[in-house]
């Protein structure tokens, strides 16, 4: 099977593609280094030609109100370069609870890429995963001053990102969804929590502060970024993550 993977050299793109090869299938990358620009629409007709399956994992540059036209402009051309190739599943990587959080831009543009998928002409699949592993760094250095991290105890269930790929893969190469699946990690944290875990695992003394307004996830309430109960629960502990990656 044909798949194009768009965004697919970024971190979770790179993996799509590697992963479907190791299976068997032809998986294209296609990203602004392979010629591809998804706000001009240049070079889709050629990436998506003989393409069964679109993989849209393409992130936008920025997390403020500019992503909202970033996604609307992208998703648009995606689908109509879909149309004329003949593409039978359009699949896309969103995030669970997203919806929820009207307060973030960076959501807000992300449930309006969903929307626009599901009024669209093909069949489609949305995963929706939980924060990953691999951003906990970036998390911890929007708030810190060098000694002291400040970060909400907002709930979270994170999941390393090979344990995504593995999920997106799954669902890409199966039958449309026209629905949507939620992936998680196995653990729930307090982001405090998680933050603590984190330095102490790689040796660093800063001390973690919890306040209700540090971060992008300050404005999120209740369990909103939580699984349901009908989440696939990935395999990979955050513990056992930390200890192989360092």
């Known amino acids: ?9 970024g971190l979770i793109g790179s993996q799509v593609v590697q992963k479907l090869t190791a299976a068997g ?23 998506l030609e003989g393409a069964e399956v679109v993989v849209n994992v393409a992130n936008s ?14 998703m648009n051309n995606l689908l109509a370069a879909g149309e004329r190739a003949g593409v039978r599943h359009q699949v896309v990587l969103s995030i669970v609870g997203v919806d929820q959080v009207p307060q973030l831009d960076y959501y807000r543009a992300k ?7 599901r009024q669209g002409p093909t069949p489609y699949s949305i995963v929706r995963a939980t924060q990953f592993f691999e951003f ?33 893969v799954d669902v890409a190469t199966g039958a449309p969804l026209n629905g949507i699946r939620n992936v998680a990690g196995p653990d729930v944290f307090a982001l405090d929590e998680l933050g603590r875990l984190t330095l102490a695992a790689q040796g660093d003394d800063r001390n973690v502060v919890v306040d209700d307004k540090a971060g992008m996830f ?4 209740g369990d909103v970024l939580i699984a349901g109960p009908d989440a696939h629960l990935a395999p990979t502990h955050y513990r056992d993550w930390m200890r192989s990656a360092h």
């Open 1 to 9: 099977m044909k798949l194009t993977v768009i965004g697919g050299t």
């Open 25 to 47: 299938h032809e998986a294209v990358p296609a990203s602004p280094s392979t010629g591809v620009d998804l706000l001009t629409g240049e070079g889709l007709d050629t990436a």
């Open 61 to 74: 540059p920025t997390f403020d109100d500019a992503s909202i036209d970033f996604f609307r402009t992208a």
């Open 111 to 117: 449930t309006l890429q969903e929307d626009l998928l």
């Open 136 to 168: 906990m760094n970036a998390v911890l250095s929007w708030t810190s001053d060098g000694t002291t991290v400040r970060l909400p105890a907002t709930r979270i269930q994170p999941m390393a990102a090979a344990d995504v790929v593995d999920a997106v």
């Open 218 to 221: 300050a404005v999120v309430e």
